[in-house]
């Protein structure tokens, strides 16, 4: 009887063990943008900008060229490699702390430019790579070691759903926010992050996507109860959804 | 017969497709790899419930399971049309 592999390891992904804690879920969505390179045969025009986080090596997971920004700066390093090199596929990937914390004023900037980038945003709640530091999406009431007692709403504001923020910006092609923590959420966000991808192949405009995450060691949990926090706490403040697709004429 | 193969030496226990499998083939291991981590296994003799799936691989963040699947042997095939020349 003959047997044919039916998923196996995308060729885009480097085969190395990752130095993510059991659980994480980086290395889903590190697949994930791998099999859609992989698919949309972009690996050897692609240059990648990575960011300041857990993810800061995502070059030593990804088989693409890349480059390092400053901490939360990747769109505006994305945004000077794609105008030089307009014939390039420019993408980033960043974590909440890199993206929602230092590097707002620069997400929102490109965004609403209109650069030709797309951008991967990895939601954790957490500052991750620090220490588990609270961050501007971590839940009220969550406890990280800079609010011991849990996030409190009256001195630290709400979480930042940002997902919704760079929608209602005009350079905006596609904004979405996804989940990886069931297979159809998963499948989900593979379709929102490809589409994210072809509205920069087709130069419509900017393409967002945040997916929602887990951090099992800084929630303090077993990666199977951090899983299931996506659906029980996440979910519910951080609807999922398309929030914008817009077609060329309506982007700027 | 259908089955995964799960590369223990990357596999950190993190049991998320223990989750995934719906047929709940997946389960913890006693042994443990180089790293520290409990790996997670399929218990001998039910490999054969496997139907490739893949929910498993998918949900898995360290790309640790290859999924095969198997295909039915050409003479058993009642549709004698082009999928079969195609193989």
Not at chain 1, 47 to 56: A, N, P
Not at chain 1, 68 to 74: L, T
Not at chain 1, 126 to 140: D, I, K, L, R
Not at chain 1, 156 to 176: K, N, Q, T, Y
Request: positive net charge.
């Amino acid at each position: 009887m003959s047997e044919k592999i039916v998923f196996q390891k995308p060729e885009s992904v480097y085969d190395r063990a990752t130095h993510y804690c059991p659980g994480c879920h980086h290395g889903t969505i590190h697949r994930l943008v791998g099999e859609i390179l992989d698919e949309m045969k972009l690996r050897e025009k692609t240059i990648l900008v990575s960011s300041i986080g857990c993810s800061v090596f995502l070059y030593n997971y990804l088989e693409v060229d890349a480059v390092e920004a400053p901490h939360g700066r990747a769109p505006a390093v994305a945004t000077g490699v794609k105008r030089a090199r307009m014939d390039k596929f420019v993408f980033t990937y960043q974590g909440d702390g890199d993206l929602a914390s230092i590097g707002m004023a620069e997400i929102m900037h490109a965004a609403n430019r209109g650069e030709r980038i797309s951008v991967v945003f990895v939601n954790n709640t957490v500052y991750g790579m620090t220490g588990g530091q609270m961050a501007p999406t971590t839940m009220e009431g969550q406890k990280t070691t800079t609010c011991p007692s849990g996030r409190c709403p009256e001195s630290h504001g709400l979480p930042i759903r940002m997902a919704e923020i760079i929608a209602s910006l005009g350079g905006v092609a596609f904004c979405a926010r996804t989940a990886v923590d069931t297979v159809k959420n998963l499948n989900q966000t593979k379709k929102a992050i490809r589409r994210a991808f072809e509205v920069q192949t087709a130069g419509t405009g900017f393409g967002f996507v945040e997916v929602l995450s887990t951090c099992p060691t800084n929630w303090r949990m077993t990666p199977l109860k951090a899983n299931e926090r996506i659906a029980a706490e996440m979910i519910p403040y951080f609807p999922l959804g398309v929030f914008k697709d817009a077609d060329a004429e309506v982007c700027a | 017969m259908s089955r995964i193969v799960i590369r223990e030496e990357r596999c950190k226990g993190c049991l998320l497709c223990t989750t995934a499998c719906p047929k709940g083939l997946i389960v913890q291991s006693e042994r443990f790899n180089k790293m520290g981590y409990k790996v997670a296994e399929v218990p001998e003799g039910r490999m054969a419930e496997c139907t490739a799936c893949a929910s498993c691989a998918k949900l898995c963040p360290d790309c640790c399971i290859t999924v095969y699947k198997s295909e039915k042997p050409a003479a058993k095939g009642k549709a004698a049309g082009g999928k079969k020349e195609k193989k």
